[in-house]
């Protein structure tokens, strides 16, 4: 089964290697984190930190929007692509099973991601660094950007399994990518605005809106970062909603998405004829 | 019954609410190779599907060597062609090759000499982004080959291939053949598969009509020969009432006779003499066999 899996996410690296995904994920990845950080640089003096601080803050609002993106585009023609080629009818004839076909996709793909993040925001944060200066708190900071931006993008790219699986055709699967983006990156967080401004800080803002928000993993890690970080909640002007929460329910909100959108796109891809 | 390698016994398969497969029963021993024939629609894709585990199977049953269709074992013992293949465009011949080789387990075996053995040495290391369809058709048939199968289904394999391709393509059949594998060749070209099948199955919208030996089929059809008489010029309308058969033009007559009858009539019209110049005989062609069984009305 391990072999299988392996032998499945080998193809899938040499493929995203060779489309020239990987590059482009990287390269967006770096062009953004190093325009926010320059255009962030400005207020360093007054917060009092050091310029890695501002510029993990600054990556940390990209990576929210970014990762999910990229993860789904990489993902959503996983299994809408390979009926509509064809090619699921034959791969599903051989002895892997079809979790052991999502598993293989799914850890070339993240870790397709985790090298796209490492590289693109890693390479921000030490332009930042070598230019502002930085600390050991800041690094860890940045580190745990860079894991916890990849974990966000596997929520996703499991996402995007499950809408791959249901959708008719790549063009729905697509579409279907762009509207789930849409809802958990943008508009669920309007939405939850728009309740706390109607509630006018009464027992929704301060005891619900917390744990609605944090149930959204893109919002989970925002707060993780946030949270773990006092320069970071500084600089970034939101640590209010972040503190009313125990410590650990962005961790396990981040931690167990990936888990359960994985279990659901694979219970999908089950009912799947090719 | 047992030591067949593929029973399928009285097998349906509803879509929506239309039956397109209707109490299908077939069987298919190690060593031997069944060609599956009907017209396009006929439900021949359908039941490899079944067979495969790909589809469900909406009555009946399907034992592949002993195991479920889509178990873990049964997958394990299968190969599978299908209609108009295809893989994914960025990989080489090879690299697919080696994760279907991975995937299948087992023995690693010499990718490169199976490349040779389907003609495509030349081109292991391009992308099949660059091949033809008849070479994606070969890598297919590479793929068929991995492992020691006890069941092939080759969904349409002679589409797209040329002749020789297809000579290339019935000695890798004949191989596995040979080897004990059961192969089933779904084709709705009776042509391609009568010389090279040990037996042939004819579906007709969902319904087998016809299991036999070629040989066989033909005897109990009872299909007629075609006569055609060369007459002197001016001599057709003559013969024609003569000998009850129809004028084509005014040299030739056509008539149809059964195969029992045949030199009783021949000798008639040969001792009518010099009027008939010539006469060419046709035997009940695979087109005319395969039309008879999957002929409305016929069961
Ligand atoms: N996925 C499907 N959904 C609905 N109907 C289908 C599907 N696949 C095949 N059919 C129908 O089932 C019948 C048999 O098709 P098929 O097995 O492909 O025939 P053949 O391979 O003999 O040409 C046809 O009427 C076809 O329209
Ligand atoms: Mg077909």
Redesign the interface.
């Known amino acids: 089964m391990i072999?299988?899996i392996f032998?499945?996410a080998?193809?899938e690296m040499?493929?995203l290697r060779?489309?020239w995904w990987l590059m482009m994920a990287t390269g967006i990845m770096m062009l953004f984190a190093l325009a926010l950080t320059f255009a962030g640089s400005a207020p360093t003096g007054t917060l009092g930190v050091d310029m890695l601080t501002i510029s993990v803050s600054s990556m940390t609002t990209l990576a929210v929007y970014l990762a999910p993106l990229l993860a789904l585009m990489m993902s959503f023609d996983a299994i809408a692509g390979e009926r509509d080629?064809?090619?699921l009818?034959?791969?599903?004839?051989?002895?892997?099973?079809r979790g052991e076909i999502l598993m293989g996709k799914f850890l070339a793909q993240v870790t397709a991601l985790g090298i796209a993040t490492a590289l693109g925001l890693g390479s921000a944060g030490i332009v930042a660094a070598l230019y502002g200066g930085a600390s050991p708190e800041s690094l860890i900071a940045l580190s745990r950007l860079i894991a916890t931006a990849t974990l966000l993008g596997a929520v996703f790219v499991a996402l995007g399994y499950g809408l791959s699986a249901l959708a008719k055709s790549p063009a729905a699967a697509a579409g279907l990518a762009a509207g789930l983006w849409l809802v958990f990156v943008v508009l669920f967080d309007l939405g939850l605005l728009g309740a706390v401004v109607m509630d006018g800080g009464g027992i929704f803002t301060q005891k619900i809106f917390p744990w609605v928000m944090v149930a959204n993993p893109a919002d989970a890690f925002r707060v993780w970062n946030i949270a773990a970080s006092e320069g970071v909640a500084l600089a970034s002007g939101m640590g209010g909603a972040a503190k009313t929460l125990p410590n650990w329910a962005a961790p396990v909100s981040l931690l167990l998405w990936p888990l359960l959108a994985f279990v659901s796109a694979r219970a999908v891809f089950r009912r799947v004829?090719? | 019954m047992m030591d067949n390698a593929l029973i399928i016994r009285s097998a349906d398969k509803f879509r929506g609410k239309t039956q397109v497969l209707t109490d299908v029963d077939l069987v298919v021993a190690p060593g031997e190779r069944v060609a599956l024939l009907g017209h396009n629609g006929a439900g021949k894709s359908t039941l490899i599907k079944m067979i495969l585990g790909l589809t469900s199977i909406d009555g009946g049953d399907i034992s592949i060597d002993g195991a479920k269709p889509g178990s873990n074992v049964a997958r394990a013992r299968t190969a599978f062609l299908p209609e108009s293949v295809n893989f994914h465009p960025t990989l080489t011949g090879r690299e697919q090759l080696t994760l279907f080789a991975r995937l299948a387990g087992g023995d690693r075996p010499d990718i490169d000499a199976l490349l040779d053995r389907v003609g495509l040495s030349e081109a292991t290391n391009n992308r099949i982004a660059t091949y033809s369809k008849g070479m994606r058709q070969r890598l297919g048939l590479a793929q068929v080959l991995l492992g020691q199968p006890k069941v092939a289904l080759l969904d349409e394999p002679t589409s797209g291939l040329d002749p020789i391709s297809r000579q290339d393509l019935y000695a890798i059949i004949n191989e596995l053949a040979a080897h004990g594998t059961a192969v089933l060749i779904a084709s709705h070209a009776l042509t391609e598969v009568e010389a090279q099948t040990d037996r042939i199955a004819i579906l007709r919208k969902g319904i087998k009509v016809a299991d036999d030996t070629l040989a066989n089929l033909s005897h109990n059809a009872g299909l007629p020969t075609r006569m055609r008489i060369l007459v002197q010029a001016g001599q057709a309308d003559q013969i024609a009432k003569a000998t009850g058969g129809e004028r084509i033009n005014g040299a030739s007559v056509e008539l149809y006779c059964d195969a029992n009858q045949k030199m009783q009539e021949l000798r008639r019209i040969a001792a009518m003499g010099d009027v008939v110049a010539d006469i060419e005989l046709t035997p009940p062609r695979l087109e005319d066999l395969y039309r008879h069984y999957s002929k409305e009305g016929q069961t």
């Open positions: 072999a299988r032998a499945l080998r193809a040499l493929i060779r489309n080629r064809g090619t009818s034959l791969l599903l004839t051989y002895p892997a099973g004829e090719p």
